[in-house]
Structures are given as C-alpha cells and as structure tokens.
C-alpha cells in the first residue's frame, strides 16, 4: 500500500508540470495556466515556456543568444517583448515560422551583437519594433522569405553594419520605418528583391552607403525621405553620376546634409556634390548595378537543433550544451514518462 501513496504523490506532483511545462525558473508565470510570463534579470535562457503561454515579457538579460526554437510549440504566443536586454546574438530561426498568433515581437533599450541568417524567415503577418537598440551586424539574409503583411519598424536605433543581401525576398504589404537612430554601413544589395508597400526613412546619420543599397526603393508606392545626415568624403562621390537614374537618391540628396569633415558640417549634400566640394579624391567611375552587384550564393534554409547549457560542448555561439529541447511546452522524453506513470499508478490501483 505504501507504494501506492508514494507513486501517487509523484504523479500529482509531477505530471501536471511535465504535461502543461512548468513555469521556467527565470521567470514568474501569472493567468491561466501561466499565460502571461515575464523573465527578469537573467543570464540563462530559459529552456522551455507553459504550453499554452501568450505573452513573454523578458527584462535585463544578458545572454549569448536567443537560441534556435526558442519559442516553438506556443500556439497561443500573440507578443514577445524584449526590454534592456543584451544579446550575443539572433540564431536562426529563433523565432516561429508560419505562426497564426503572433502578432508582435518589440525590442526595447536592448543591444543585439549579430543577427544570423534565417533570424526572422517564413513570418505570417507580424509587427516587429525595434526602440532605442543597438544592433552591430545584420549578416546576410536575417530577413528573410517573409512575404506577407510585415510591418518593421526602427526608431532611435542604431546598425552599425547591414551585409549584403541582409533582406532578401522579403515582400510586404505594410511599412518599413526608420526614424531616427543611425546606419553606419550600408552594403551593396543590403535590401535585396525586397519590396514594402510604403518606406519612411527620416533623421538618420548614415556614415558610409555604397551603391544600389535598395534596389526596388524606386518603385515603393509611398516613400518618404528627410533629414538625413552623410559623412561627405570619397565614398558619397559615386552618387552624383547616379542621381539622375535614382529618383529615391536624388531625394536622399536633395533633403541631406553632411555631418563632417568640419569644413563641411552642415551644408546641402546636393550643394556638396555638385559643386565638387569633397577634395582630394581619385577619380570615380559611373557605376551600374552590376558594378555594385556583390558575389551571391543564395544558401539553403535550415533551422539548427536548439541547444541547452550542459554537458561543456560548444556550439556556434560558444555556449556550453548537452542536448537539444523544444522552446515551448514539453518535450517527448518527459510525455513518455507522464503516461508510464500514470499507467503504473493505474495497474496498482
């Protein structure tokens, strides 16, 4: 008879959580069943959320990455908001593909070291909001096959480096917005085969930008450009011979001013450029996209095991791993051993 007590007791104690995947130690669950969680101050990841989570609220982490998977098996997920974070970097497919919930993923004050290829891919309509962030290396096809209702949005934010073919074959309905904030380089073909239904690029320092940066910006059917501010040296010199094939770039020029050498800060780019006021320069030859067209190997899309703290390997990132786990809910291992039990309990009784 004792037996059975003590198998009981670890079936009511046990099961519940193994089955609807208890709250993460990070993190305090509040709702029903937990749906609403949010993670403070932490340097672990968590490795799973409650099955049938909502909202995610993560606050003051400092981590090596938001890992691959890290929020699969949440169906009901509608938000993720990330505020005053510090990320290594964004792996691939860490956030979930073709999801019919979620609706929103916000970065707040949070500084995000590289974004990996396949980041953000196969998204279904979505707003993803970027505030007051950092952000040093948008590697090639963070954004990637997303063609539905997207709406991205950058405000006093910070890149310091967007690759070529960082956005490609991304195709929206809705807005891309960058108000405020700076881009420090701008590859070639950074925003390729990329089209959104309306572009809002205004008060932004640019430090350098090579050409054919957005090779659809001219066929945008709302674009709205002002206030941006250019270092006036060598590498703005290729724009003059471009402007009068590139509506959206005389418009940049048109509305920009330059930012130094000191000797210039503060006049008219356009006055700049066509009065050849940047000096000392080799001679620039006119550039045609194919001049600015960088090597490409279109990869193939794959979304790697997500990996948890364990066992002393390491993966991409330099974490330490063991083994491979869900983002979300319970994983098959621990559904296997809720229903042994419950079985054993039920041939006792």
Request: proline residues 6%; contains cysteine; glycine residues 6%.
């Amino acid at each position: 008879m004792w037996m059975f007590y003590v198998t009981a007791l670890i079936f009511v104690c046990t099961v519940p959580k193994i089955i609807l995947g208890g709250c993460p130690k990070e993190c305090v669950c509040r709702g029903t069943g937990g749906a609403n969680v949010k993670c403070p101050a932490s340097v672990d990841f968590p490795e799973s959320f409650p099955a049938n989570t909502e909202k995610i609220v993560i606050d003051e982490f400092t981590v090596t990455e938001i890992p691959p998977k890290a929020f699969d098996n949440l169906p009901n997920l509608t938000s993720i908001s990330f505020s005053r974070c510090n990320f290594g970097q964004v792996s691939a497919c860490a956030f979930p593909k073709n999801h019919k919930n979620l609706k929103l993923i916000q970065f707040d004050m949070t500084v995000i070291g590289e974004m990996k290829q396949g980041a953000f891919s196969y998204l279904n309509p979505v707003s993803i909001v970027f505030s007051k962030s950092s952000i040093t290396t948008m590697r090639g096809y963070s954004f990637w096959n997303i063609n539905t209702a997207l709406q991205l949005s950058f405000t006093q934010t910070t890149v310091h480096l967007i690759e070529p073919y960082a956005f490609y074959n991304v195709n929206s309905s809705l807005e891309l917005r960058y108000d405020g904030g700076a881009l420090k380089t701008l590859r070639s073909m950074a925003f390729a085969n990329t089209r959104f239904n309306s572009v809002v690029l205004q008060n932004i320092s640019f430090d350098k930008m090579e050409c054919h940066v957005f090779p659809e910006l001219d066929r945008i059917s709302s674009l709205t450009i002002a206030g941006s501010q250019f270092m006036c040296n060598c590498d703005i010199l290729y724009m003059k011979s471009a402007l009068p094939f590139s509506p959206s770039l005389k418009k940049l020029v048109e509305t920009g001013t330059c930012k130094s050498p000191e000797q210039l800060k503060g006049m008219a780019m356009n006055d700049v450029l066509v009065n050849n006021k940047v000096e000392n320069c080799p001679e620039v030859k006119t550039q045609t996209i194919q001049d600015c067209r960088p090597p490409q190997e279109i990869p193939t899309p794959a979304c790697p095991d997500r990996i948890v703290m364990g066992d002393g390997k390491s993966n991409e990132s330099g974490s330490s791993s063991s083994k491979t786990k869900p983002g979300g809910g319970a994983d098959n291992a621990k559904l296997s051993l809720a229903l042994a039990v419950i079985i054993f309990v039920g041939i006792i009784i």
